[in-house]
T-cell receptor, first 115, second 115 residues
């Protein structure tokens, strides 16, 4: 089946530093990748949509200068949380859409803790 | 935009019983409806999906039904097992060009299967 990986699975950083999270589609080409944020016991909140080779589209209220998204290839997208603060602590999950379909497969998530 | 309501928020059943989770959506143009299972600390896993041109789809113990007129769809799990315990999310994808394959998620249902 379609497999999406994320790295790292968890990260702890100091306030003010930047953190990069990678999302890879391992056995298919992902025309579109999505980044979500999830707080405990809540649903998934879409942060942005990225298409390979073009700028990401951010959802209303998401700071594009704080959450930098790069989708350099059909199998890799990265999310960089810049100048992280404790309120950025959350579970970040990516998903990848198989080209020509509506189907999205999710990665295992990255737990970010900002001290 | 699309709005998805999911009920119930929690569901507890005895092993072997059936479980039903219901979702309603607001955008009559929505045409794709996936269901995801999320275990604690993991990313959502696609378990079944249905398109708007189909009324029902079944995969072993899992089935999804769609009523386009009423704008609701349901997940049915038969012969539940303890390993079915998880949070289940429904989602809907609009067909408008600006949606860019975005999914709108329900708030989730915590299913507990008691041995």
């Amino acid at each position: 089946g379609a497999v999406v990986s994320q790295h790292p699975s968890w990260v702890i950083c100091k306030s003010g530093t930047s953190v990069k999270i990678e999302c890879r589609s391992l056995d298919f080409q992902a025309t579109t990748m999505f980044w979500y944020r999830q707080f405990p016991k809540q649903s998934l909140m879409l942060m942005a949509t990225s298409n390979e080779g073009s700028k990401a589209t951010y959802e209303q209220g998401v700071e594009k200068d704080k959450f930098l998204i790069n989708h350099a290839s059909l199998t890799l997208s990265t999310l960089t949380v810049t100048s992280a603060h404790p309120e950025d602590s959350s579970f970040y999950i990516c998903s990848a859409r198989i080209g020509g379909t509506d189907t999205q497969y999710f990665g295992p998530g990255t737990r970010l803790t900002v001290l | 935009g699309e709005n998805v309501e999911q009920h119930p928020s929690t569901l507890s059943v005895q092993e072997g019983d059936s479980a039903v989770i219901k979702c309603t959506y607001s955008d009559s143009a929505s045409n794709y409806f996936p269901w995801y299972k999320q275990e604690l600390g993991k990313g959502p896993q696609l378990i079944i999906d249905i398109r708007s041109n189909v009324g029902e789809k079944k995969d072993q113990r899992i089935a999804v039904t769609l009523n386009k007129t009423a704008k609701h769809f349901s997940l049915h799990i038969t012969e539940t097992q303890p390993e079915d315990s998880a949070v289940y999310f429904c989602a809907a994808k609009g067909s408008s060009g600006g949606s860019n394959y975005k999914l709108t998620f329900g708030k989730g249902t915590l299913l507990t299967v008691n041995p």
